[in-house]
């Protein structure tokens, strides 16, 4: 591909929100892209210079969920940084998170001595994160903190303490930005309230 046609192509406008909404008819908009890009702008811009004078963070993303932000938010960061993933499950027979969890995935690196943040999509009941938490402290990180992008205070059944949140949300179960229903909607632009499901799915 000649240059100038992936410059043409990389500086393509992004979709906007009514055209996503046309095809997604069920996902009513909550919190639209500009000012989610605004948000996690600012976020990562704090974050960056609450870290620019210590050796460069890894940011631990948790699977599958927080792809979408922590690839935002790392591009808003004019740090060095690394990046790792985990992937978590909290599984039972109910619907609603169990309370247990289970780790699917480690980190490829060790974290003894480093400055650990970890980005997470959404904190609901809290037991994801403070589970994974309570792992990683006992790796000897030089920091730990947190990073969510959405939380549903009125859901949290664990304290956690978040360091960086980019919203505080109502309980209403939400898609879009990384954040799914069966695996669907990931790679919305926004955030938005999938209508017409009963109860509190995971
Ligand atoms: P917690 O352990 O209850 O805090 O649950 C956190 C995990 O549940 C998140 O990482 C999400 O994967 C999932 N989750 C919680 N609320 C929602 C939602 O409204 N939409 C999509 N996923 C959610
Ligand atoms: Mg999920």
């Known amino acids: 591909?000649?240059?100038?046609?992936?410059?043409?192509?990389?500086?393509?406008?992004?979709?906007?929100?009514?055209?996503w909404q046309a095809r997604f008819p069920e996902v009513q908009v909550l919190i639209d892209s500009a000012t989610l890009q605004a948000r996690v702008r600012e976020l990562g811009e704090q974050i960056a210079r609450d870290y620019e004078s210590a050796n460069p963070p890894l940011l631990v993303?948790?699977?599958?969920?927080?792809?979408?932000?922590?690839?935002?938010?790392?591009?808003?960061?004019?740090?060095?940084?690394?990046?790792?993933?985990?992937?978590?499950?909290?599984?039972?027979?109910?619907?609603?998170?169990?309370?247990?969890?289970?780790?699917?995935?480690?980190?490829?690196t060790s974290i003894a001595g480093r400055h650990v943040l970890v980005v997470e999509d959404i904190l609901d009941t809290g037991l994801t994160l403070s589970y994974l938490l309570e792992l990683l402290r006992t790796r000897n990180p030089a920091s730990l903190k947190v990073c969510t992008l959405l939380r549903k205070p009125a859901r949290q059944k664990v304290a956690v303490p978040v360091d960086y949140c980019g919203f505080d949300i109502p309980d209403q179960f939400v898609v879009g930005y990384g954040l799914d229903y069966a695996e669907r909607y990931r790679n919305l632009p926004f955030i938005g309230v999938l209508t017409g499901i009963e109860g509190d799915i995971k």
């Open 61 to 108: 993303g948790v699977l599958k969920g927080s792809l979408v932000f922590l690839a935002d938010l790392m591009r808003c960061m004019p740090i060095p940084v690394s990046y790792d993933f985990v992937a978590i499950s909290s599984y039972g027979a109910e619907t609603r998170s169990s309370g247990v969890v289970r780790l699917l995935k480690d980190l490829d």
């Open 1 to 19: 591909m000649a240059i100038e046609t992936a410059v043409i192509t990389c500086h393509r406008e992004q979709m906007d929100d009514a055209l």
